[in-house]
Protein backbone atom coordinates (compact mmCIF):
# COMPACT_ATOMS: atom_id res chain seq x y z
CA UNK A 1 0.00 0.00 0.00
CA UNK A 2 2.98 2.00 0.88
CA UNK A 3 4.87 1.54 -2.56
CA UNK A 4 1.51 2.16 -4.42
CA UNK A 5 0.92 5.56 -2.73
CA UNK A 6 4.22 6.64 -3.22
CA UNK A 7 4.12 5.74 -7.27
CA UNK A 8 1.07 7.70 -7.29
CA UNK A 9 2.79 10.91 -5.29
CA UNK A 10 5.91 10.14 -7.93
CA UNK A 11 3.71 9.81 -10.89
CA UNK A 12 1.76 13.14 -9.93
CA UNK A 13 5.32 15.14 -9.79
CA UNK A 14 5.99 13.82 -13.01
CA UNK A 15 3.37 15.19 -14.56
CA UNK A 16 3.31 18.36 -12.61
CA UNK A 17 7.05 18.95 -13.18
CA UNK A 18 6.93 17.99 -16.75
CA UNK A 19 9.46 19.68 -19.11
CA UNK A 20 8.00 19.84 -22.08
CA UNK A 21 11.36 20.05 -23.56
CA UNK A 22 12.63 17.08 -21.50
CA UNK A 23 15.58 14.47 -22.80
CA UNK A 24 12.35 12.71 -25.06
CA UNK A 25 11.00 15.13 -26.53
CA UNK A 26 13.89 16.21 -29.18
CA UNK A 27 17.07 14.39 -29.24
CA UNK A 28 18.38 17.09 -31.22
CA UNK A 29 17.91 21.11 -31.51
CA UNK A 30 15.22 22.27 -33.98
CA UNK A 31 18.18 24.30 -35.43
CA UNK A 32 18.90 23.23 -38.81
CA UNK A 33 17.66 22.48 -42.31
CA UNK A 34 14.62 20.08 -43.07
CA UNK A 35 13.03 18.81 -45.25
CA UNK A 36 9.80 16.07 -46.03
CA UNK A 37 9.77 13.08 -48.33
CA UNK A 38 12.43 12.62 -50.78
CA UNK A 39 13.95 15.78 -49.38
CA UNK A 40 13.82 18.03 -52.51
CA UNK A 41 12.03 20.56 -51.33
CA UNK A 42 14.87 22.81 -49.64
CA UNK A 43 14.60 26.67 -48.29
CA UNK A 44 17.36 28.74 -49.23
CA UNK A 45 18.50 30.34 -52.22
CA UNK A 46 18.50 27.01 -54.94
CA UNK A 47 14.01 27.29 -54.07
CA UNK A 48 13.68 30.59 -53.88
CA UNK A 49 14.37 34.34 -55.28
CA UNK A 50 12.14 36.69 -53.72
CA UNK A 51 13.21 40.09 -56.12
CA UNK A 52 12.38 38.65 -59.23
CA UNK A 53 9.09 36.69 -57.48
CA UNK A 54 10.48 33.42 -59.04
CA UNK A 55 11.06 29.90 -57.64
CA UNK A 56 13.35 26.87 -58.87
CA UNK A 57 10.52 24.07 -59.22
CA UNK A 58 11.93 21.11 -57.18
CA UNK A 59 11.97 17.47 -58.63
CA UNK A 60 9.09 16.34 -56.46
CA UNK A 61 6.54 17.85 -54.25
CA UNK A 62 7.29 18.02 -50.27
CA UNK A 63 7.91 20.88 -47.72
CA UNK A 64 10.92 22.12 -46.40
CA UNK A 65 11.76 24.59 -43.13
CA UNK A 66 14.74 25.76 -41.90
CA UNK A 67 15.44 27.53 -38.23
CA UNK A 68 18.15 28.95 -37.17
CA UNK A 69 19.42 29.53 -33.43
CA UNK A 70 19.08 33.22 -33.37
CA UNK A 71 15.00 32.41 -34.09
CA UNK A 72 14.62 32.76 -37.73
CA UNK A 73 13.12 30.47 -39.79
CA UNK A 74 12.36 30.15 -43.39
CA UNK A 75 9.58 27.82 -45.34
CA UNK A 76 9.83 26.01 -48.78
CA UNK A 77 6.17 24.05 -49.60
CA UNK A 78 5.38 22.67 -53.16
CA UNK A 79 1.91 20.97 -53.75
CA UNK A 80 -0.23 19.72 -56.07
CA UNK A 81 -3.85 20.37 -55.12
CA UNK A 82 -6.42 17.57 -56.63
CA UNK A 83 -9.90 18.80 -57.93
CA UNK A 84 -12.17 16.71 -56.87
CA UNK A 85 -14.91 17.36 -59.18
CA UNK A 86 -12.53 17.75 -62.26
CA UNK A 87 -10.13 15.00 -61.96
CA UNK A 88 -8.41 16.19 -65.13
CA UNK A 89 -8.02 19.39 -63.22
CA UNK A 90 -4.81 19.60 -61.30
CA UNK A 91 -3.21 22.44 -59.72
CA UNK A 92 -0.26 23.38 -57.37
CA UNK A 93 1.28 25.58 -55.61
CA UNK A 94 5.02 26.76 -54.45
CA UNK A 95 5.04 29.13 -51.57
CA UNK A 96 8.32 30.84 -50.37
CA UNK A 97 8.12 32.60 -46.95
CA UNK A 98 10.57 33.74 -43.59
CA UNK A 99 10.50 35.63 -40.48
CA UNK A 100 10.74 34.99 -36.50
CA UNK A 101 9.51 31.35 -34.33
CA UNK A 102 8.87 31.29 -30.71
CA UNK A 103 9.06 28.06 -28.93
CA UNK A 104 6.46 28.38 -26.14
CA UNK A 105 6.86 26.58 -22.73
CA UNK A 106 3.59 24.89 -23.67
CA UNK A 107 5.12 22.99 -26.21
CA UNK A 108 3.87 24.74 -29.08
CA UNK A 109 5.63 26.73 -32.01
CA UNK A 110 4.43 29.88 -33.75
CA UNK A 111 5.91 30.68 -36.90
CA UNK A 112 5.18 34.44 -37.69
CA UNK A 113 5.99 35.47 -41.48
CA UNK A 114 7.79 39.06 -42.19
CA UNK A 115 5.03 39.70 -44.73
CA UNK A 116 7.30 39.17 -47.73
CA UNK A 117 6.32 35.54 -48.14
CA UNK A 118 4.85 34.83 -52.05
CA UNK A 119 3.10 32.05 -53.67
CA UNK A 120 2.75 31.26 -57.10
CA UNK A 121 -0.61 29.10 -58.04
CA UNK A 122 -1.29 27.38 -61.23
CA UNK A 123 -4.09 25.47 -62.36
CA UNK A 124 -4.00 23.03 -65.49
CA UNK A 125 -7.52 23.84 -66.18
CA UNK A 126 -9.66 25.30 -69.13
CA UNK A 127 -8.61 28.87 -68.03
CA UNK A 128 -5.00 27.73 -67.48
CA UNK A 129 -4.35 30.21 -64.71
CA UNK A 130 -0.84 31.24 -63.12
CA UNK A 131 -0.12 33.47 -60.66
CA UNK A 132 2.02 35.19 -58.32
CA UNK A 133 0.05 36.34 -54.97
CA UNK A 134 1.54 37.70 -51.57
CA UNK A 135 1.61 34.87 -49.18
CA UNK A 136 1.79 35.57 -45.38
CA UNK A 137 0.16 33.28 -42.88
CA UNK A 138 0.94 32.66 -39.61
CA UNK A 139 1.75 28.92 -38.45
CA UNK A 140 0.87 27.52 -35.46
CA UNK A 141 1.75 24.24 -34.35
CA UNK A 142 0.51 22.41 -31.23
CA UNK A 143 3.46 20.56 -30.43
CA UNK A 144 6.81 19.31 -32.62
CA UNK A 145 9.04 16.23 -31.40
CA UNK A 146 12.08 15.01 -32.74
CA UNK A 147 13.36 11.64 -32.73
CA UNK A 148 16.36 9.89 -34.40
CA UNK A 149 15.77 7.38 -36.43
CA UNK A 150 18.43 4.71 -36.83
CA UNK A 151 18.37 5.18 -40.41
CA UNK A 152 17.09 8.59 -41.38
CA UNK A 153 18.77 10.24 -38.45
CA UNK A 154 16.95 13.24 -36.82
CA UNK A 155 13.38 13.28 -37.46
CA UNK A 156 11.41 16.51 -36.48
CA UNK A 157 7.73 15.83 -36.22
CA UNK A 158 4.95 18.91 -36.46
CA UNK A 159 1.35 18.55 -34.89
CA UNK A 160 -1.00 21.15 -36.02
CA UNK A 161 -3.67 22.52 -33.71
CA UNK A 162 -6.48 19.69 -35.08
CA UNK A 163 -3.63 17.12 -34.15
CA UNK A 164 -2.81 16.11 -37.48
CA UNK A 165 0.84 15.79 -38.26
CA UNK A 166 2.55 17.24 -40.75
CA UNK A 167 4.61 14.44 -42.91
CA UNK A 168 7.89 13.99 -41.01
CA UNK A 169 11.18 16.27 -41.71
CA UNK A 170 14.71 14.62 -41.64
CA UNK A 171 17.69 17.24 -41.23
CA UNK A 172 19.30 17.42 -44.23
CA UNK A 173 21.75 19.71 -42.24
CA UNK A 174 22.35 21.35 -38.54
CA UNK A 175 23.30 24.58 -40.18
CA UNK A 176 19.89 26.54 -41.21
CA UNK A 177 19.82 26.67 -45.26
CA UNK A 178 18.06 30.04 -45.67
CA UNK A 179 18.19 33.81 -47.52
CA UNK A 180 18.91 36.81 -45.80
CA UNK A 181 17.22 37.73 -42.65
CA UNK A 182 15.21 40.56 -43.83
CA UNK A 183 13.05 41.86 -46.03
CA UNK A 184 13.56 41.07 -49.74
CA UNK A 185 10.58 41.78 -51.49
CA UNK A 186 8.96 44.96 -52.52
CA UNK A 187 5.65 44.26 -51.86
CA UNK A 188 4.13 45.32 -54.83
CA UNK A 189 0.48 46.42 -54.90
CA UNK A 190 -2.24 43.81 -55.31
CA UNK A 191 -4.79 43.57 -58.55
CA UNK A 192 -8.07 41.87 -57.61
CA UNK A 193 -9.58 40.64 -60.24
CA UNK A 194 -12.99 39.22 -60.77
CA UNK A 195 -13.28 36.54 -63.83
CA UNK A 196 -16.76 35.76 -65.14
CA UNK A 197 -17.25 32.22 -63.51
CA UNK A 198 -16.98 34.45 -60.25
CA UNK A 199 -13.42 33.23 -59.02
CA UNK A 200 -11.51 36.02 -57.62
CA UNK A 201 -7.85 36.25 -57.76
CA UNK A 202 -5.35 38.63 -56.62
CA UNK A 203 -1.82 39.10 -57.69
CA UNK A 204 1.08 41.58 -57.26
CA UNK A 205 1.66 43.71 -59.77
CA UNK A 206 4.85 42.60 -60.84
CA UNK A 207 4.20 39.23 -61.10
CA UNK A 208 1.14 41.08 -63.69
CA UNK A 209 3.45 43.12 -65.62
CA UNK A 210 5.64 40.17 -66.31
CA UNK A 211 3.42 38.12 -67.50
CA UNK A 212 2.15 40.43 -70.08
CA UNK A 213 5.41 41.25 -71.38
CA UNK A 214 5.59 37.64 -71.67
CA UNK A 215 2.45 37.31 -73.51
CA UNK A 216 3.65 39.42 -75.57
CA UNK A 217 7.06 37.82 -76.71
CA UNK A 218 5.82 34.41 -76.38
CA UNK A 219 3.37 31.94 -75.82
CA UNK A 220 3.57 31.45 -72.10
CA UNK A 221 5.19 27.87 -71.16
CA UNK A 222 3.99 25.71 -68.39
CA UNK A 223 6.74 25.79 -65.72
CA UNK A 224 5.14 22.62 -64.61
CA UNK A 225 7.87 19.60 -64.01
CA UNK A 226 6.36 16.94 -65.87
C1 LIG B 1 15.58 20.44 -27.37
O1 LIG B 1 15.01 21.69 -27.69
C2 LIG B 1 15.18 22.68 -26.67
C3 LIG B 1 14.38 23.89 -27.07
O2 LIG B 1 14.90 24.43 -28.25
C4 LIG B 1 16.68 22.95 -26.51
O3 LIG B 1 16.85 23.89 -25.48
C5 LIG B 1 17.40 21.65 -26.19
O4 LIG B 1 18.79 21.89 -26.15
C6 LIG B 1 17.08 20.60 -27.23
N1 LIG B 1 17.67 19.33 -26.83
C7 LIG B 1 18.72 18.77 -27.47
C8 LIG B 1 19.15 17.41 -26.98
O5 LIG B 1 19.29 19.31 -28.40
C1 LIG C 1 -12.11 22.71 -60.07
O1 LIG C 1 -12.13 22.94 -61.46
C2 LIG C 1 -13.22 23.76 -61.90
C3 LIG C 1 -13.20 23.83 -63.42
O2 LIG C 1 -12.09 24.49 -63.91
C4 LIG C 1 -13.06 25.14 -61.26
O3 LIG C 1 -14.16 25.95 -61.65
C5 LIG C 1 -13.04 25.00 -59.75
O4 LIG C 1 -12.79 26.26 -59.17
C6 LIG C 1 -11.95 24.04 -59.34
N1 LIG C 1 -11.99 23.84 -57.90
C7 LIG C 1 -10.92 23.92 -57.14
C8 LIG C 1 -11.12 23.67 -55.68
O5 LIG C 1 -9.81 24.21 -57.59
C1 LIG D 1 2.14 39.51 -42.11
O1 LIG D 1 1.62 38.83 -40.99
C2 LIG D 1 2.15 39.30 -39.76
C3 LIG D 1 1.62 38.40 -38.66
O2 LIG D 1 0.23 38.34 -38.69
C4 LIG D 1 1.74 40.76 -39.55
O3 LIG D 1 2.32 41.23 -38.36
C5 LIG D 1 2.24 41.57 -40.73
O4 LIG D 1 1.77 42.89 -40.62
C6 LIG D 1 1.76 40.98 -42.04
N1 LIG D 1 2.38 41.70 -43.14
C7 LIG D 1 1.69 42.08 -44.21
C8 LIG D 1 2.47 42.82 -45.22
O5 LIG D 1 0.51 41.83 -44.37
C1 LIG E 1 0.76 27.69 -26.13
O1 LIG E 1 0.95 29.04 -25.83
C2 LIG E 1 0.80 29.93 -26.95
C3 LIG E 1 1.15 31.33 -26.48
O2 LIG E 1 0.43 31.70 -25.38
C4 LIG E 1 -0.64 29.84 -27.47
O3 LIG E 1 -0.80 30.69 -28.61
C5 LIG E 1 -0.93 28.39 -27.87
O4 LIG E 1 -2.28 28.30 -28.25
C6 LIG E 1 -0.66 27.45 -26.69
N1 LIG E 1 -0.74 26.07 -27.16
C7 LIG E 1 -1.66 25.21 -26.75
C8 LIG E 1 -1.56 23.81 -27.27
O5 LIG E 1 -2.59 25.54 -26.02
Redesign the pocket.
Known amino acids: MRNFLLALVLAASAVLAQDPYGPDHNTTSIVGTWSSGTQQVVPGAGFANPAQEAFTYPKNTGVGYSFSDDGWYELARYRFLANGSHPDCIGGTVVWAHGNYELFDNGSIVL??L?DGYQQVQSLCADNSNFVQ?Y?E?ELFASWRIFTDVTFGPKLHLFQFDGSPVAPLFRLSADPNMLPKQKLRN?AQQVVTTTSDGLVTTETLAARKEEREERRAAPRQWGWPW
Open positions: TPGNNTL
